[in-house]
């Protein structure tokens, strides 16, 4: 496969070739001016010529005067060697000639010129003429015409021409050259912050995401690459931290149950026992089985709305019908610990209800976990400009602010305490943070002076499907 041009070889050559394509333009419009003005001055030349043999013409009405003047005329060119001369009678014939070796065989056998300036070349030399008939005067006896054909030798000028020419390629070629030159010195150098930029990326590795791309004197466009790059780079290793953090926490959290399935497993098989005792060993892996695959379970829900691959049902959904269906539900586990809980406003929003109902279950069931006895849980639902908020609030222990923000991170207990309260893997807050998220919505947290509230903020009006 050719390998393509890099980017510092396409900028000399683009240089190379304005520069060529400029100058090309304007040494042909000189070229043709300076065609255009020696055509001029030929022109000018040969109408001289002619108005000084007319001059002659007009005095020779005598016979006298006419026999005197090949003379005048010889004197009249004296030193004029690049200019030929021919006159004709009516009849065609030669009465008078300058310099003939000028004009080609056919021009001296009688052929007449073409209308304007023509040009011709003889022996390697180039020459331009024009003819002109002239009448003598009538007092000449009767009246008669003459032909004048007058010739220029301009090989100087073709010369000078060619010279020219020749130059200006010359010219142009240099300095396409030197164009490609510069514009490769200046490529390389402007872009020389880009390999800069290429070599740190060349040496990032998973053990050096912490590096960070230099912008120093780096151009506007390169900048704003780098800073696009860091932006990247910012977010990888995030990612990647999260997904380390994620690694450790899921097996320190599975190593718990499975190192309680050896245990139980092992001690059973030390010795024999009896079918009831079997019975109770399964019955207590069984437990410990239920708690791997309501972790794996969650995990696989976490990830499916990470990647927006939930299902989009499109509902209306009454949050404070939700919120009175789960209060009944969890209305035993309340009155056992000595909770109550109280619904106030209505909304609604449009939807999944199964998962918005997962979610408010989520903060409900940490709330009741969290509440000493005697205390009581509200859930506030109320219409917030665009968005609808769902807050549940209750009292008890109070999340330090470094916990409070990393509440919603997987496998994340605000404290010892707060895990002891309750068995969950710490799974339930990030379950309902991507539930919102799925919704277009955000959570947030607060805890102070002994009082904690979690809240769902979500779209008012129909917003677009969510998990896209």
Request: net charge negative.
């Amino acid at each position: 496969m050719k390998r393509p041009l890099s980017l510092t070889a396409r900028l000399a050559l683009l240089f190379a070739a304005m520069t060529a394509s400029l100058l090309i333009v304007v040494g042909v419009v000189l070229g043709r001016a300076v065609e255009a003005h020696f055509v001029e001055l030929d022109n000018h030349e040969l109408l001289g010529k002619f108005a000084l043999i007319e001059n002659h013409l007009l005095t020779s009405a005598t016979p006298e005067a006419r026999d005197t003047l090949g003379q005048r005329l010889d004197d009249a060119f004296v030193g004029h060697d690049m200019v030929g001369v021919l006159l004709r009678d009516a009849e065609g014939s030669v009465i008078y000639a300058v310099h003939p070796s000028l004009f080609n065989a056919s021009q001296l056998a009688g052929q007449r010129l073409p209308e304007g300036i023509a040009s011709w070349e003889k022996d390697g030399r180039d020459y331009v003429g024009r003819e002109r008939t002239f009448t003598l005067p009538s007092g000449a006896g009767d009246a008669s015409r003459v032909t004048a054909l007058v010739g220029l030798d301009i090989t100087h000028h073709a010369q000078f021409l060619d010279a020219t020419r020749r130059g200006l390629w010359l010219g142009i070629s240099v300095a396409a050259a030197v164009a490609a030159m510069l514009g490769w010195w200046a490529a390389h150098h402007g872009l020389a912050p880009l390999r800069r930029v290429t070599a740190t990326a060349g040496a990032l590795s998973a053990a050096r995401l912490g590096e960070r791309l230099d912008d120093t004197d780096a151009p506007a466009e390169v900048h704003e690459l780098v800073e696009a790059l860091n932006g990247m780079l910012d977010r990888l290793e995030s990612a990647f931290q999260r997904l380390s953090d994620f690694s450790a926490d899921i097996a320190h959290e599975l190593r718990t149950p499975v190192s309680n399935l050896m245990t139980q497993t092992a001690v059973c098989l030390s010795h024999p026992r009896s079918a009831e005792e079997y019975r109770d060993v399964l019955a207590s892996n069984l437990e410990e089985y239920e708690r791997i695959a309501r972790m794996v379970g969650d995990m696989l829900f976490i990830a499916k709305a990470e990647n927006g691959r939930l299902p989009h049902p499109d509902e209306t959904v009454e949050l404070a019908a939700e919120a009175r269906a789960l209060v009944e539900f969890y209305e035993a586990l309340a009155e056992e610990r000595g909770v109550k809980m109280d619904v106030g406003g209505n909304a609604r929003v449009r939807g999944d209800g199964l998962m918005l109902r997962r979610a408010i279950s989520n903060l409900l069931s940490n709330a009741i976990r969290h509440t000493p006895a005697d205390g009581t849980i509200e859930i506030t639902i109320a219409d917030e400009g665009p968005q609808v908020a769902l807050r549940v609030r209750n009292h008890g222990d109070t999340i330090s602010p470094d916990q409070l923000s990393r509440v919603f991170e997987r496998f994340h207990r605000a404290s010892p305490d707060r895990q002891r309260h309750g068995e969950g893997a710490g799974l339930g807050l990030a379950i309902t943070r991507a539930i919102v998220e799925a919704h277009g919505g955000t959570m947030t947290a607060e805890s102070a002076d002994g009082v904690t509230t979690f809240g769902m903020l979500l779209p008012r009006a129909p917003a677009q499907p969510f998990g896209r």
